[in-house]
């Protein structure tokens, strides 16, 4: 069982930054991929961004490609959203996604193909 813990959401203003956490805990964890997945009120859940833990691959969404960075400490089965340029539509739950097995590059935008789930945490982003 794997149990990801997110942290670091808040409110903050247009153009500010916030920096997300997300630790993968649990024993005897293999972690293949994490990701960034948020969700809006009434919209659906859109993928942010991933990486691969074991190799450090990045993939990102168009609308947050040159603001955000994600990174990652394998070591440790942790991962970072560096959230910059923050706008208002970037408001929503942003919730941290774990896969334990191979997936390939365009299934890691998919939130179906993971395993484990965190609780999210909310970021507002005022006008």
């Known amino acids: 069982q794997v149990q990801p813990v997110e942290s670091g959401g808040g409110l903050v203003q247009a153009g500010g930054s916030l920096r997300l956490s997300c630790v993968a805990s649990?024993?005897?964890?293999?972690?293949?991929?994490m990701a960034w997945f948020r969700q809006a009120p009434g919209k659906e859940r859109e993928f942010v961004a991933s990486v691969l833990l074991t190799y450090g691959n990045t993939d990102y969404a168009n609308s947050v490609k040159d603001r955000f960075t994600i990174s990652r400490e394998h070591g440790k089965n942790t991962v970072y959203l560096q959230m910059d340029t923050l706008k208002p539509e970037d408001t929503a739950v942003y919730s941290c996604a774990v896969r334990t097995r191979y997936s390939t590059i365009s299934s890691r935008r998919r939130p179906d193909e993971y395993d484990f789930w965190g609780q999210g945490t909310q970021v507002t982003v005022s006008s």
């Open positions: 649990g024993r005897n964890i293999n972690v293949f991929n």
